[in-house]
């Protein structure tokens, strides 16, 4: 329910800490629960945890090039509908409605960010 909740409000989810700062199999682990669970991120409690939650929680090119499709085949169903935009297209088969395209903005922004983050 945290993670509905966090989501309706526009707000991240953070995992908690994963204390054997010094087993990165296990927060590996736990950081791929926490993204499958729908987590935004992990709390951490040392400079040796980074790498490995940045590698878990940025967005893959997979899913940034399918938040791309997503938002633009959305934006071609609002721009060929000539004022009847049911509020619903259809990518790769699959209903998309205005939820999945904000959640596409937001990993897309995140993945600017990390991107931004890595340049410098």
């Not at 409690?45 to 399918?66: C, D, L, M, R």
């Not at 721009?79 to 209903?95: K, N, P």
């Not at 959640?103 to 991107?115: P, W």
Request: charge should be negative.
């Amino acid at each position: 329910m945290t993670i509905l909740a966090a989501r309706a409000n526009g707000k991240f989810v953070i995992d908690g800490v994963y204390n054997n700062f010094r087993h990165g199999d296990g927060l590996y682990q736990e950081c791929m629960q926490g993204k499958t669970w729908g987590m935004d991120g992990k709390t951490l409690i040392h400079p040796n945890q980074v790498k490995t939650a940045n590698e878990v929680f940025a967005p893959s090119e997979e899913e940034v090039e399918h938040a791309r499709r997503l938002i633009a085949c959305w934006d071609e169903a609002k721009s060929s509908s000539e004022g009847a935009f049911t509020g619903v297209a259809v990518l790769d088969g699959i209903m998309v409605e205005e939820l999945h395209v904000k959640s596409a903005r937001l990993l897309l922004a995140r993945a600017e960010k990390i991107a931004q983050m890595k340049t410098g």
